[in-house]
């Protein structure tokens, strides 16, 4: 646990191999981290398990939730914390019986209410609404608006993430708004990593959630 109001959630890049366990590891000595999704396309699981096994040590020694990305067979090779299911990507409760109860499911619920009440009722851990902003990390086919997180925030105890395109400069908006965690990938991943980490901290810091009763 932090003081911060939002914690971090880090999405990987596609390309994970070459130096990129050793970017983790000093994004993450930076300041404190919830969880890594560890994302990639186009792999077998035996392919992405082997990129991704350096990586989940690094997260393990550091108290970093693992998440895997659509992947549930994946997910359990590698014995992750947890999964992150696209819409297209199986159901919460076959993925809760493959994975065991202390497993974190999280569902992508884009802009929509009916889709994160449906994944609650189903067992999901937390929610991700966006994307908030244009995201250079994958096209936007959905774009959520504030209101969502403080509507979420204000009826439901289950954690929201908020994602797409987030910055240190856009951020603050969201922490107020209520999202419990904010996702970062390109922003994090496409300069200096233990900057940006810095960066986000200090604007979570200086955006208490309205909300917050302390």
């Known amino acids: 646990m932090t003081d911060l109001a939002s914690e971090l959630y880090l999405i990987s890049p596609l390309a994970v191999d070459g130096i990129f366990p050793e970017r983790l590891a000093r994004a993450l000595d930076a300041g404190p981290v919830a969880a890594f999704q560890f994302r990639v396309k186009g792999l077998d699981d035996h392919a992405a398990a082997r990129l991704a096994e350096p990586l989940q040590r690094i997260c393990a020694d550091r108290d970093v939730a693992f998440i895997v990305n659509d992947s549930v067979s994946l997910a359990k090779r590698l014995g992750a914390d947890g999964v992150h ?78 994602i797409g395109g987030i910055t240190p400069a856009n951020c603050g908006p969201l922490v107020q708004a209520g999202a419990d965690f904010i996702a970062a990938s390109n922003a994090v991943w496409g300069g200096d990593e233990a900057a940006a980490i810095v960066a986000f901290h200090e604007a979570i810091r200086a955006n208490p959630r309205t909300s917050d009763d302390g």
């Open 85 to 162: 299911l696209g819409q297209k990507d199986g159901d919460v409760r076959e993925a809760r019986e493959r994975l065991g109860r202390d497993a974190q499911i999280g569902v992508t619920c884009h802009d929509s209410r009916h889709l994160a009440m449906a994944a609650g009722e189903a067992g999901a851990d937390y929610v991700a609404f966006g994307a908030f902003f244009p995201s250079a990390t994958k096209d936007t086919e959905f774009v959520a608006a504030l209101d969502l997180l403080e509507w979420w925030q204000g009826i439901f105890e289950l954690p929201c993430v908020a």
